[in-house]
């Protein structure tokens, strides 16, 4: 089992920064895939950005050059560096794990609360 546990979410206005964390635990030898993924009050959870144990990352569109998605093996924590936030970005961001791929993730964090005021 993989326990992970985010952190860094909170109140920020539009064109501003947050940088979320996640700390994985457990079974931590069975992740090769960790990501981020984030659900908008009527919305369902939609991918925001995957990075393999190696590196290799992706990003959703709507993302892609604001948010950097970044890993430390060694201390087992992913983090999400988003910038030029909009007020649409306001989500629960989830941090994900899986043994191959966050498309369909094994492992799921309680999530933390993103909100972008305009």
């Known amino acids: 089992q993989v326990h992970l546990v985010e952190s860094g979410g909170g109140l920020v206005q539009a064109g501003g920064s947050l940088r979320l964390s996640c700390a994985a635990s457990?079974?931590?030898?069975?992740?090769?895939?960790m990501g981020w993924y984030r659900q908008a009050p009527g919305k369902e959870r939609e991918f925001v950005a995957g990075?393999?144990?190696?590196?290799?990352?992706d990003y959703a569109a709507s993302v892609k050059g604001r948010f950097t998605i970044s890993r430390d093996n060694a201390k087992n924590t992913v983090h999400l560096q988003m910038n030029y936030l909009k007020p649409d970005n306001t989500a629960v961001y989830y941090c994900?794990?899986?043994?191959?791929?966050?498309?369909?993730?094994?492992?799921w964090g309680q999530g933390t609360q993103v909100t972008v005021s305009s």
């Open positions: 457990g079974s931590i030898d069975s992740i090769m895939a």
């Open positions: 990075i393999t144990e190696r590196g290799n990352t």
């Open positions: 994900a794990a899986d043994p191959i791929w966050v498309q369909a993730p094994d492992y």
